[in-house]
């Protein structure tokens, strides 16, 4: 079968522990499968905050648990995360938490609709290598993808701890003029996630872009 599109991922199975496992099965409860179930869900919230590659859901549900009002959308492809955030979202009873169980971009290749007031990248994985550079999620397609779902002003914010892939970033941030830098914080992160520890303990250091959609 042909892919839509070259996968950003590694697909791994992973260690899938049997509560993880458990958790699976009630992933129907909790997910989208479209841009309008995503709008549907939207009319009992306010805002709407997409977080793409969520890993262990740290991040996630430390910021629904903070805020109620808002609809955060996680996206993943990592069996064992998604089992971990569904685990997470019953044991803490968060209702306003939607999972999105594949690859994001298959989510977004449809007619654009302003949904998202903020969509987050956190360490998305880095493809180090040249030749696998062409796997990396953050490129042109993808930015004028994510684009079309911003709201006027909504937010992007993109960290990497590669910095060949930072610089990667910043001149496709800068050379495609759909969104400007800001310093406007939409939701302060006050925690590392697991992929920006592992960096600095590598001893690498964490890039941040905070930008909103210009037009
Ligand atoms: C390096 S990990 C970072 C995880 C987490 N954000 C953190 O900082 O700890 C990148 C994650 O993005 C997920 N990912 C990669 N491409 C994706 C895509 N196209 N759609 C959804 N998730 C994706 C991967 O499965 C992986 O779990």
Redesign the pocket.
Known sequence: MRLKFLP??VKRRGRITKKQEQSLKYLPDFSVHTINEVQYELKNFNECCLE?????AGHLVQQAIKNPEILFIG????KS?IGMLVSKIKENDIKNIRIFSD???LLLDADPTKTFDSVKI????PWPKDRHHKRR?INKDFLNMIHGFIKESGNLYISTDWENYAESIKNLLESEGLFIKSEKIYLEKNNL????QRGEFEGRRVFKFNYERSS
């Open positions: 950003s991922f793409i590659g969520f890993g262990n996206s993943e492809v990592y995360g690859d994001i971009r956190i360490c998305p994985d999620l996630t697991k992929f920006e």
